[in-house]
Antibody
Framework: EVQLQQSGPELVKPGASVKISCKAS????????MHWVKQSHGKSLEWIGY????????GYNQKFKSKATLTVDNSSSTAYMELRSLTSEDSAVYYC???????????WGQGTTLTVSS | EILLTQSPAIIAASPGEKVTITCSAS?????MNWYQQKPGSSPKIWIY???NLASGVPARFSGSGSGTSFSFTINSMEAEDVATYYC?????????FGSGTKLEIK
């Protein structure tokens, strides 16, 4: 069974950085792109980007290119997203999600709530 | 970037009532997905490839459309359908989502 287990909620100060993790299990980690999605409180979903664990290749939504950095640790089947220079606009729930053999997000992590506040 | 405009933003339906949500794309897309999200939960794929029901989705749901105009229909509203529904395109990067339609029961 495919599972994506994300790290816990974060409370960070404005201007700081944070690294959110997504530990994958139940499939070969290097087979599929790992995507990240932002959902601001009560709002819609925004696609941040993806990383291909096999070779570390990435693709970003231009809007998040200077905000997010996606990395992986294949030894632990874990994907990471680092967000920098945080402001209140970055407060949101962040999801990791997989597109496997179909053309849709078929597996989602449980979400990580990030709160940026002094 | 392909913008997806969903309407209505909120809709309230009585049990048994037919519900239709529309999703309009700013450019033609070949593949439209719909997700269901309940409060406190991650989105779930509901309809993929315009009209294919995901595993476990009741037959009262359907999807249709082409090009820039798509729709999501519930034939007969049930209490368990209360949720927010999002359309999503993956025809081109960046992948984009509609603004969501919150479905309530009367």
């Amino acid at each position: 069974e495919v599972q994506l287990q994300q790290s816990g909620p974060e409370l960070v100060k404005p201007g700081a950085s944070v690294k959110i993790s997504c530990k994958a299990s139940g499939y070969t980690f290097t087979d599929y792109n790992m995507h990240w999605v932002k959902q601001s409180h009560g709002k819609s979903l925004e696609w941040i980007g993806y990383i291909y664990p096999y070779n570390g290749g990435t693709g970003y939504n231009q809007k998040f290119k200077s905000k997010a950095t996606l990395t992986v640790d294949n030894s632990s089947s874990t994907a990471y997203m680092e967000l920098r220079s945080l402001t209140s606009e970055d407060s949101a729930v962040y999801y990791c999600a997989l597109i496997t053999t179909r053309a849709y997000f078929d597996y989602w992590g449980q979400g990580t709530t990030l709160t940026v506040s002094s | 970037e392909i913008l997806l405009t969903q309407s209505p933003a909120i809709i309230a339906a009585s049990p048994g009532e037919k519900v239709t949500i529309t999703c309009s794309a700013s450019s033609s897309v070949s593949y439209m997905n719909w997700y269901q999200q309940k409060p406190g939960s991650s989105p779930k794929i509901w309809i993929y490839g315009i009209s294919n029901l995901a595993s476990g989705v009741p037959a009262r749901f359907s999807g249709s459309g082409s090009g820039t105009s798509f729709s999501f229909t519930i034939n007969s509203m049930e209490a368990e359908d209360v949720a927010t529904y999002y359309c999503q395109q993956r025809s081109s990067y960046p992948f984009t989502f509609g603004s969501g339609t919150k479905l309530e029961i009367k």
